[in-house]
């Protein structure tokens, strides 16, 4: 039963990289690689189940610690509409 559900979370891996890659707009991708990273924490936790190794846990919440942080700090620099664009909206030189 293990196996299967570790091949059912690298199937929907998978997928949210499809859609990371094919999305049709920005937020619709960075939610897809949010997707990808709770997927990847999950198939940690799984493997750590299947292997008998505990510490994978540890690991895991890490991961889900360090996606949460980088998924809000692409979220907060994609807040803007225009990177190249300072606070009066004028191009830099």
Known sequence: MIPAVMAAL????????????AGPGL??????I???GTKTVLFVAVAGFLFGRPEFLDIAIL?????FVAVVAVLRLTHHDDFARDERGEEPA
């Open 10 to 21: 690298l199937v929907t891996m998978v997928l949210a990289l499809v859609r990371a890659f």
């Open 27 to 32: 937020y619709n991708r960075i939610l897809a």
């Open 34 to 36: 949010n997707v990808f």
């Open 63 to 67: 991961y889900a610690l360090v996606n």
